[in-house]
């Protein structure tokens, strides 16, 4: 009894979470634009947060204290994925993420939605426990999520070799998909 409302509270956050999303995403494309635009102010005009749009730029630290910059890995495929430890659907893509990280040349920004986690170590207790070996970024004061306008979780972005977003989805993907939109963007 106790499992089955588990689920269902579960699955009703998940269902709002896509409604909030669903209903917040008629913004207009130039609110968005002028957020993402905030993330780095030497960005061109074609950026945004649409497909085809060049994916807006940003630095955060790593776990490991490490600064990471999204513009730094261009040229390669990047799979960008916000993320929190409290949420079922992020830690049941992890492994799938792991082994894509492991199997393809593709880089993995996973950025931890750090506002919302009880402390930085439970997201490092939580990349031991799970083995992860890609960049893990913390978000401390969610300014990139805000930027991404990340409503759902997880949310992920694919951006190819051009800097250019070819991929978004709102909620969790399996390695099936993952290397498909990663075939997409070779």
């Known amino acids: ?6 689920f269902t509270i579960i699955g009703a956050m998940l269902a709002w979470a896509i409604y909030d999303f669903t209903v917040s995403g008629n913004e207009s494309a130039n609110e968005q634009n002028e957020t993402a635009s905030s993330v780095t102010s030497t960005e061109s005009a074609d950026v945004g947060l649409a497909v ?24 390669k495929p990047i ?5 929190a430890t409290w949420c079922p659907p992020c830690r049941a893509e992890m492994p799938d993420m792991q082994k894509i990280y492991d ?15 009880k402390s930085e170590d439970s997201v490092a ?4 426990e799970m083995a992860l ?18 409503k759902a ?3 992920s972005y694919m951006v190819d070799v051009e800097g ?18 990663y075939e997409k963007m070779k």
Do not use: H
């Open 1 to 6: 009894m106790k499992k089955a409302l588990f």
């Open 52 to 75: 085809g749009q060049t994916a807006p730029d940003f630095t955060l630290e790593t776990l490991d204290g490490e600064q990471a910059r999204l513009s730094d890995f261009r040229g």
């Open 79 to 83: 799979f960008v994925n916000f993320w």
């Open 103 to 117: 199997n393809e040349d593709i880089e993995i920004l996973a950025i931890n939605l750090t506002d919302t986690e």
């Open 125 to 128: 207790s939580f990349v031991e």
């Open 133 to 150: 070996t890609f960049p893990v970024l913390m978000d401390r004061e969610g300014e990139i999520s805000s930027a991404y306008n990340v």
């Open 153 to 155: 979780y997880p949310t």
């Open 164 to 181: 250019k977003i070819s991929f978004i989805t709102y909620g969790a993907m399996n390695y099936n998909v993952m290397l498909q939109e």
